[in-house]
């Protein structure tokens, strides 16, 4: 009965290592895994846009030599560096805060069930 409950207790825990990963190997990675759908659509939306752009950019510049090529290229891997590091920051932010309200939760239910 205690392995049960230990198994059904895992299942709910968001690990904070495991979505950093995923928050730097995938672009919202760690979003999708921590059950933030919206942000994680609107950072996988702009990290892979600034990606796309920079890759352009410096194909352009390196193509035509055009110095708003270089730059628009550099200003566009900031966006995408800075992105990357928001993500990563909020995965593992929002898994720790999942956590804690849940383990608030269940030591509220079980304070109600031995009140009760």
């Known amino acids: 009965m205690l392995i049960i409950f230990l198994s059904l207790d ?3 825990y968001k690990s904070p290592k ?11 990675g ?4 921590n ?3 919206l942000k994680g ?3 996988s939306s702009i ?5 796309s752009l920079f890759l352009y950019n410096t194909y352009k510049y390196n193509t035509t030599k055009q110095e708003n090529y270089y730059w628009s290229s550099i200003s566009y891997f900031i966006t995408f560096f800075a992105i ?3 993500s990563i920051v909020d995965a593992y932010i929002d898994s720790k805060m999942i956590n804690a309200k849940r383990s608030k939760e269940k030591i509220e239910k079980n304070i109600k069930e031995t009140i009760y």
């Open 30 to 33: 760690g979003q999708f895994y």
């Open 18 to 28: 495991k979505s950093v990963l995923l928050s730097t190997l995938i672009p919202g």
């Open 35 to 37: 059950e933030k759908m």
């Open 10 to 12: 895992t299942l709910n």
């Open 47 to 51: 990290d892979i846009s600034s990606f």
């Open 41 to 43: 659509f609107i950072i």
């Open 84 to 86: 990357k590091m928001f």
